[in-house]
């Protein structure tokens, strides 16, 4: 099992950018998908972006264009670049993993098995 630790979330204007890391410990010999959701107080998760092991990146329809996922699996790492953030962008994100998945990645989040604690993210108008 891996274990992760999102860091870089903020308070940023409309029209700015930030960028979102998640560092991944534990077992990582083994494939696994990892996925960044958000969530907004009193709603449920929602997929932002997932990326299997071999780097292929599934993004939700708002984020195409505007956000870019890298992961690394050299460093252990998968960041969240956010462009053009838009106070609907406000939320908490977290980074997950699911060691079920590698080649292809799901979007429900019933299909990720660790979730690190999450980093808020502020846009104002």
């Known amino acids: 099992q891996v274990h992760l630790a999102e860091s870089g979330g903020g308070s940023v204007p409309a029209g700015g950018s930030l960028k979102l890391s998640c560092a991944v410990s534990?077992?990582?010999?083994?494939?696994?998908?990892l996925a960044w959701f958000r969530q907004v107080p009193g709603q449920g998760r929602e997929m932002v972006a997932t990326?299997?092991?071999?780097?292929?990146?599934t993004y939700a329809t708002f984020a195409k264009g505007r956000f870019s996922a890298v992961r690394d699996n050299a460093k252990s790492t998968v960041d969240l670049y956010l462009n053009a953030m838009r106070p609907e962008d406000t939320a908490v994100y977290y980074c997950?993993?699911?060691?079920?998945?590698?080649?292809?990645?799901?979007?429900?989040?019933?299909?990720?098995?660790?979730w690190g604690q999450g980093t808020q993210v502020t846009v104002s108008s």
């Open positions: 990326i299997a092991q071999i780097g292929t990146i």
């Open positions: 997950t993993a699911s060691d079920r998945y590698s080649g292809w990645c799901p979007i429900q989040t019933s299909d990720y098995n660790t």
């Open positions: 534990g077992n990582t010999n083994s494939g696994f998908c």
